[in-house]
């Protein structure tokens, strides 16, 4: 995802990306999953963890939840071989 924006008065240019593992790591982390099946169900596991810290009720886009919170969903990820980069640039 790219964004432009502004920020502190100045052009900004944010670029966030995931990066999951190849299928030969994934098969040896989950025999039977695949490119799509392992970053959906980790991700989904990893939501679902948090949902007894989620104090309001709705439908929230992860971008809406608190910082702590998705700090704990990032660190899940991450430590199931999913990386979520975000790269900042001036415009």
Do not use: C, H, W
């Not at 990306?17 to 989904?44: C, D, H, Q, R, W």
């Amino acid at each position: 995802v790219d964004v432009t924006g502004r920020e502190g008065g100045k052009n900004i240019k944010i670029k966030s990306s995931v990066t999951f593992p190849n299928l030969k790591e994934i098969y040896k982390i989950m025999p039977g999953a695949n490119y799509i099946s392992y970053p959906t169900g980790v991700s989904a596991a990893s939501f679902s963890r948090v949902i007894s810290k989620i104090k309001s009720y709705g439908v929230f886009p992860p971008e809406a939840l608190n910082s702590e919170i998705r700090k704990e969903v990032l660190l899940e990820l991450e430590g199931r071989g999913i990386v979520v980069s975000q790269q900042f640039s001036a415009l």
